[in-house]
């Protein structure tokens, strides 16, 4: 059984935390313009580990 400190690890230790959604949403048009668009449905959420913000891809709910 894994400890919360290892789930937290894993689902937010190695991601970038932006302070707001703002910066989260600028990330995303950054990365979009820097691969030419092809990054699929990218969004941001707010982190329930570290209380700040991470970009990544929407699970199909979001998408629709």
Do not use: F, T
């Not at 932006?18 to 969004?43: F, N, P, S, T, V």
Request: charged residues 25%; hydrophobic residues 35%.
């Amino acid at each position: 059984m894994s400890s919360k400190r290892r789930i937290r690890r894993n689902q937010c230790g190695r991601k970038v935390r932006h302070a707001d959604e703002a910066a989260a949403r600028r990330a995303i048009w950054k990365l979009a313009q820097a691969y030419g668009g092809a990054l699929g449905y990218m969004a941001a959420y707010r982190c329930p580990h570290c209380s700040g913000w991470h970009i990544g891809h929407a699970n199909a709910r979001a998408r629709k």
